[in-house]
């Protein structure tokens, strides 16, 4: 009846990944092969990190309430 240790791995994983920008090497990747200037990359690769990331912390929560 504790937090599952499985759980808060994958919980402290994708809040690691939420909302990324220019510190990311990731962003620079994403930016230079889609040809995209800052801006457009901050608006469509954070915003693209930021959707993985709570996607992550919804499939844990149902997790939780399954396991």
Do not use: Q
Not at 39 to 67: D, H, P
């Amino acid at each position: 009846t504790g937090i599952s240790p499985e759980l808060m791995v994958i919980a402290v994983g994708s809040a690691s990944v939420i909302f990324s920008h220019v510190n990311d090497p990731g962003f620079w990747l994403f930016k230079e092969y889609f040809n995209l200037t800052i801006g457009e990359t901050i608006r469509s690769w954070s915003v693209l990190e930021t959707i993985i990331a709570v996607s992550g912390l919804v499939g844990c929560l149902l997790l939780n309430m399954v396991i």
